[in-house]
T-cell receptor, first 114, second 111 residues
Framework: DADVTQTPRNRITKTGKRIMLECSQTKGHDRMYWYRQDPGLGLRLIYY???????NKGEISDGYSVSRQAQAKFSLSLESAIPNQTALYFC?????????????FGPGTRLTVL | RKEVEQDPGPFNVPEGATVAFNCTYSNSASQSFFWYRQDCRKEPKLLMS???SGNEDGRFTAQLNRASQYISLLIRDSKLSDSATYLCVVNRLDSSYKLIFGSGTRLLVRP
């Protein structure tokens, strides 16, 4: 079984709809992250959490919100989806071990906003 | 200007070739450096960390030049399975160890 899972894997929605992307991990890591990936722009950090109830804005948090109710789960919400939020979304986790921490990524959610 | 810059490629090379990718970073506070590999439509995975003294893992060699703020990845004896996008990644002491990703260099290895 995968250590980091994301649901759904693919989603097509319409402008203005509320969308929630879920991430679960069995690695026992405290740190979790949400990224989006767009062609030519690489991965950009949306939000991150270093512990349950800890929430921090990343580089591009506008239009997004997150919830970390348990160590193993970190959800990303788009309150009112817009077409430029069409992207590939990745969840990732890492341990607390300092600057050489490896991040482990989920398989991604491909979101299309029409 | 992006904090981490990479040539997007694609680099199209025959099997057995040696290929090198370069990456520059702009923030001198960058502390740790990595290469991640991402296959098409898949998640990124750590390929190797990059140390100041340079390090090698099989056919892969990574180098770091802090003075020039430059990182490289050398792949020898390319295999078809090396075809992927290679992401240059740094983190900064002042960023709580969050990672900053380059946009990637695409490698295509042909038979």
């Amino acid at each position: 079984d995968a250590d980091v899972t994301q649901t759904p894997r693919n989603r097509i929605t319409k402008t203005g709809k509320r969308i929630m992307l879920e991430c679960s991990q069995t690695k026992g890591h405290d740190r979790m992250y949400w990224y989006r990936q767009d062609p030519g722009l690489g991965l950009r950090l949306i939000y991150y959490s270093f512990d349950v109830k800890d929430i921090n804005k990343g580089e591009i948090s506008d239009g997004y919100s997150v919830s970390r109710q348990a160590q193993a789960k970190f959800s990303l919400s788009l309150e009112s989806a817009i077409p430029n939020q069409t992207a590939l979304y990745f969840c990732a986790t890492s341990d607390n071990g300092g600057p050489n921490n490896e991040q482990f990524f989920g398989p991604g959610t491909r979101l299309t906003v029409l | 200007r992006k904090e981490v810059e990479q040539d997007p490629g694609p680099f199209n090379v025959p099997e057995g070739a040696t290929v090198a990718f370069n990456c520059t970073y702009s923030n001198s506070a960058s502390q740790s450096f990595f290469w991640y590999r991402q296959d098409c439509r898949k998640e990124p995975k750590l390929l190797m960390s990059v140390y100041s003294s340079g390090n090698e893992d099989g056919r892969f060699t990574a180098q770091l030049n802090r003075a020039s703020q430059y990182i490289s990845l050398l792949i020898r004896d390319s295999k078809l399975s090396d075809s992927a996008t290679y992401l240059c990644v740094v983190n900064r002491l002042d960023s709580s160890y969050k990672l900053i990703f380059g946009s990637g260099t695409r490698l295509l290895v042909r038979p």
